[in-house]
């Protein structure tokens, strides 16, 4: 039975919730009554909590569906999700309050309140019989995940930010990669000995051959798309000091283009080792050659070409001339560069008449 459970728990559907909420939400209300009256319960008692009952998770259940409970995969249950669960939670804890306190009484179904003792363990014990089936799939998940690591590569990723973040949400995820995060080194001293996706940071780019060494690791993912050459050539030596496999996230450039996504792994190429420190342009001195001249661009429809004239476009110069082998290309950027001189003609409009009105609106009473 338990096997079972654990094959098929992660694929629950959404229906399974709501039977389990059907059945465990009752079991609530009867768990608070008992709770709070002991011994042989009398015939008006029985009544209240068949009411209440009927009454309740009906109104719980409504709120639930319309809170989006029952449209969610809870295998990959999130931050997002927690606050969901929470929400639910507390619109279940109000239902409580309200029938319990006045509801009932009001429509004439009660001649008078429940227990304050049993709104509170009701509405506790709703949260939690909510959650747990929820948060039971999630963890059913990471044990099946953790019993096939012996079977994975051992990977450590270098960088602890916004992008390591997201490889390690990936490696852990997704099994059909076959790798798994055991450690993660940064450079910043502060994320030292904290978790990251309860991945830890072992320690700064300059120990990851001692610490390679010491986990047994056979992976490495650089995740640092911004960091420059220098950087990714002294992490590749000291993985390959290592004997370690190198993968990477792709630079910068690749990810702003959308030739790239963040989480795509692959080998490291000679562009990687090749990135060149960040170069600041001054905006106004190339302004002042530009500003109201005719400018041509040649290999326009190329990604390189197009993302010079949409960076010119904002210099205002009198006209760009886009040259390019591909038509279609050269197309789409000048449709492109309309519906972004129209954007801006339209935020300047904007701005002109907040201005105009703006002396007259200060002054009105």
Not at 267 to 292: F, G, M, N
Request: glycine letters at 8%; one cysteine or more; a positive charge.
């Amino acid at each position: 039975m338990v096997s079972i459970f654990r094959d098929r728990a992660p694929g629950l559907r959404n229906r399974v919730f709501f039977a389990l909420d059907l059945l465990f939400l009752p079991a609530a209300a009867i768990i608070a009554f008992s709770a709070r009256f002991e011994g042989p319960w009398p015939a008006d008692l029985h009544h209240a909590l068949r009411v209440f009952v009927l009454v309740a998770v009906p109104l719980k259940l409504l709120l639930l569906f319309g809170l989006g409970l029952y449209r969610r995969l809870w295998r990959y249950a999130s931050v997002t999700d927690l606050e969901m669960l929470i929400a639910g939670a507390g619109a279940c804890a109000v239902v409580d309050v309200v029938l319990g306190s006045f509801g009932l009484r009001a429509v004439g179904l009660l001649p008078g309140r429940l227990s304050y003792a049993v709104i509170l363990l009701d509405a506790c014990l709703s949260a939690l019989m909510i959650a747990l089936p929820r948060l039971a799939v999630r963890v059913v998940a990471r044990h099946q995940r953790r019993s096939r690591d012996d079977t994975f590569r051992r990977t450590i990723v270098v960088g602890a930010g916004v992008a390591g973040g997201m490889i390690v949400r990936e490696l852990v995820e997704n099994a059909q990669l076959g790798m798994v995060p055991v450690g993660i080194v940064d450079d910043d001293t502060r994320k030292h000995g904290l978790r990251l996706h309860n991945v830890p940071v072992l320690g700064p780019l300059s120990a990851l051959e001692k610490i390679a060494t010491r986990i047994a690791v056979t992976d490495v993912v650089i995740a640092m798309p911004s960091a420059p050459g220098r950087t990714i050539r002294e992490v590749v030596s000291a993985a390959g000091a290592a004997g370690l496999v190198t993968r990477t996230v792709p630079g910068l450039y690749e990810i702003l283009s959308g030739e790239k996504r963040v989480n795509t792994l692959r080998q490291i190429e000679i562009q990687d080792l090749l990135r060149r420190e960040p170069i600041k342009t001054d905006l106004e001195q190339v302004a002042s050659l530009v500003r109201d001249r005719v400018v041509m661009v040649t290999g326009a429809g190329g990604s390189i070409g197009s993302e010079l004239c949409r960076q010119l476009a904002r210099l205002e110069p009198k006209k760009i001339v886009a040259i390019g082998r591909g038509e279609n290309s050269v197309f789409e950027l000048l449709q492109e560069t309309a519906r972004d001189r129209h954007r801006a003609t339209s935020r300047r409009c904007r701005t002109r008449l907040k201005m105009l009105f703006q002396p007259w609106l200060a002054g009105a009473p």
